[in-house]
């Protein structure tokens, strides 16, 4: 087990301190901040490879996009609260919980839940997740990033 003093910028980003997404209008103030200043995001799909270099601006805009419209079809609450920034007005980091695989995000049943993707400006490191991934759930990861590779 890593200690504190060894732990990676990204490591420790992570585990800090987080804001919650409560109401939809908040996410989408959250992904105008994010558009509106695309260059140097990362996404990353926990479990899979970590990205070596931040996403192009077209390809941040369109999951972002996509992103939302899985998360307002799949989450049918009359709340957001499944997308948490560790700054609503200059993030740097952005956790987005999978509608379908909640978990305890706030770790009360011991286990602590890992997001289903980050926006970061940090360079991710692999976070392997080991919770099974529906097949749709890949797939609709593939069509934004992955569309040659065919499981």
């Known amino acids: 087990m890593m200690n504190s003093a060894s732990h990676s910028l990204f490591k420790t980003r992570l585990t800090g301190p987080f804001s919650g ?8 103030d959250l992904w105008s901040v994010v558009t509106g200043e695309p260059e140097g995001w990362y996404i990353y799909a926990v479990g899979e490879t970590p990205p070596e270099a ?10 972002v996009q996509g992103l939302d419209e899985l998360l307002r079809r799949e989450h ?11 700054d609503k007005v200059k993030p740097s980091m952005i956790k987005i919980f999978d509608p379908h695989n909640l978990g305890s995000s706030c770790g009360s049943s011991g286990l602590k839940t890992l ?6 400006r ?9 919770r099974p991934l529906p097949e749709g759930r890949k797939r609709w990861w ?3 990033f992955h569309a040659e590779t065919e499981s």
Request: a negative charge.
């Open 76 to 86: 049918r609450e009359e709340y957001c609260g499944i997308v948490y920034a560790d």
């Open 54 to 63: 931040p996403a192009d601006s077209a390809t941040l805009v369109h999951f």
């Open 122 to 130: 940090i360079p991710p490191e692999r976070l392997d997740d080991h």
């Open 115 to 120: 997001p289903g993707w980050l926006i970061t």
């Open 142 to 144: 593939r069509k934004f």
């Open 21 to 28: 997404i409560v109401t939809w209008g908040q996410l989408t």
